[in-house]
């Protein structure tokens, strides 16, 4: 199934706006098999698997870049029609998928507070055009507990993140403070929808309602023009990527043994 949305359309807004939000691209068996690759990595956890509870009753957990995803992920990478949005956003023929990234939290007793705004690209050795981040909920998430954008924020500039020691770059706007002068998307989302992204996209999302859970798969692709530029690594960086900053030079191709090329 592909969006209502025109290829043209969805090309033209995730090059403008950083992201592009797309109904229902999904259908029950492309969730289905989306949930099963899910499942697959909260039963094999990797080395960057993290639990970041803050009570009891709560359940923060993420797990990124497992090198043998693949497993648990190739058959649905390979089938379903997300290397199709991704080309068409892209308006190129080139797809490889980089690496995959779980969340899982469930509320407490109170709301959960919120994903600070951030872009993944500060920590992340990549840039280019052509890299996105596919967003997949198997919960239905109202549009005030969403995750939000700053529309056009992937065209720079790149900012730090705050907290980081000896930063070298402007820390992120204090978006929340003043957000009547950002340009700021969310949407409502159930399940069987999709966000795709750009990495350098400001983005932040909304707490886990007390009592309830949501569960999210993000999935990483790069393309024809993606390029290597060395950045900090971070805890979670995945092991691709470890790898290419001890191998690569600014500049180089984004390429890796363990990516997986799924288009042409």
Known sequence: MMSEISPAAI????A???VVYLPQVLNARWLREAEAAYNWSLANPSANASNYNKEENSR???????????????????????????ATAWASSRVDF???Q????EGGAVRSQRTGWHQDSSYL?????QLAVMWITFETVPRELALEFVRGSHRGPLYEQRGVQNPTRPEVPRIEAAREQFDIAGWSITPGDVLLFHPAVLHGGGGTEAGRRRRTLSLRFVGEDATFIRRPAGGDTPPAFLQMNETKRDGEP???PSFLKLRP
Not at 11 to 14: E, I, T
């Open 11 to 14: 090309s033209s807004d995730f």
């Open 16 to 18: 403008r706006h950083g």
């Open 60 to 86: 923060f957990y993420v797990d990124t870049g497992n090198p043998q995803a693949l497993t648990g992920y190739a058959a649905f990478l390979k089938n379903s029609p997300v290397a199709d949005l991704v």
């Open 98 to 100: 980089a690496f995959e």
């Open 102 to 105: 779980v969340f899982y939290k």
């Open 125 to 129: 050795s990549c840039d280019g055009k």
């Open 254 to 256: 984004l390429r890796h």
